[in-house]
């Protein structure tokens, strides 16, 4: 791409070689599916079809802590939706989420069974459906979803704004690099003065813990973008706190594990169908040609 000023045509079209970046391949402006093939569906009422991207993590955590609390009616199957390879344009999926993105529910108790698209959605459509990690005083329940969807509201800014042109983009901008990297500072920073105050966003732990966690948590761990130190994230003392203890969680470390594809296998688990899967990860045993 030049570095000269660029003039936006009368009408936009879409030219798909021109279109940049590490996404470009799976990127197109139109709905609907390119594909036939069908979902699997496993044992469980709960079916999830995901990827261990932020988004997608946010909802096998409280998938793992309402287990971890007792709630055996939680119990899911786990498929993993890879992204990289077109399979959010599969027919199947889009009958789910006709907006192509990852996660996507199915409730097979219901009938018909029920959908829901939008890890926020999900994260409701859950904590309501177990009666769990969401305030039942409605003060701190509308403070809670203030910040569910404060969270949902933001991170475009994060990961379709600051990740893609910090990590993502052909080459580096300095004005977009600048203008998304002070808006993710700001974010930051509202954080940190919420947290100076409160063990947890709301009231109790609670999905809009687990949302903004998964996001602004594993950012200043270090695990989006490579940019902790370009950020400095140190400085986000009460911010960082909070992400270390939402880390230390069993269930948090199990949901991070869950349709993870692409780093160590001791670490990840492409596909689960029951609790014993932690242990044998025999998806990825597959998938590393093992027996």
Avoid: C
Avoid at 30 to 53: C, E, F, R
Avoid at 74 to 93: K, T, V
Avoid at 108 to 127: C, D, K, N, T
Avoid at 166 to 183: G, L, S, V
Wanted: no cysteine; charged share 25%; net charge negative.
């Amino acid at each position: 791409m030049s570095s000269d000023s660029y003039t936006p045509p009368k009408v936009w079209t879409w030219e798909k070689d021109k279109a940049g970046g590490r996404f470009a391949s799976i990127n197109r402006p139109i709905a609907g599916p390119t594909h036939d093939k069908d979902l699997p569906v496993g044992k469980h009422p709960l079916q999830l079809y995901s990827l261990a991207t932020p988004n997608g993590v946010k909802v096998t955590v409280m998938l793992e802590e309402l287990l971890a609390a007792g709630h055996a009616g939680a119990e899911y199957d786990a498929w993993l939706i890879n992204i990289g390879e077109g399979d959010q344009f599969g027919s199947g999926f889009v009958a789910i989420n006709p907006n192509s993105k990852i996660p996507a529910l199915l409730d097979m108790s219901s009938e018909p069974p029920q959908r829901v698209f939008e890890s926020g959605s999900i994260l409701l459509y859950l904590a309501e459906k177990f009666g769990a990690f969401l305030p039942t005083d409605p003060a701190m329940r509308t403070e809670a979803l203030s910040w569910l969807f404060w969270q949902m509201g933001s991170a475009p800014y994060l990961g379709g704004g600051f990740g893609h042109f910090y990590a993502y983009a052909p080459e580096k901008w300095q004005y977009p690099i600048d203008r998304f990297t002070m808006e993710a500072k700001r974010q930051l920073d509202v954080l940190d003065r919420h947290l100076a105050d409160h063990d947890w966003m709301a009231g109790d732990y609670s999905i809009a813990d687990m949302a903004i966690w998964a996001w602004y948590g594993q950012l200043v761990l270090g695990r989006l973008y490579e940019a902790a130190e370009f950020l400095d994230v140190t400085s986000y003392t009460h911010l960082m706190a909070w992400a270390e203890k939402i880390d230390g969680r069993r269930a948090v470390q199990r949901g991070r594990m869950v349709n993870k594809a692409n780093g160590d296998p001791a670490g990840q688990l492409r596909e689960r169908h029951d609790a014993a899967d932690f242990d044998t990860r025999t998806q990825d045993k597959i998938g590393e040609g093992q027996e």
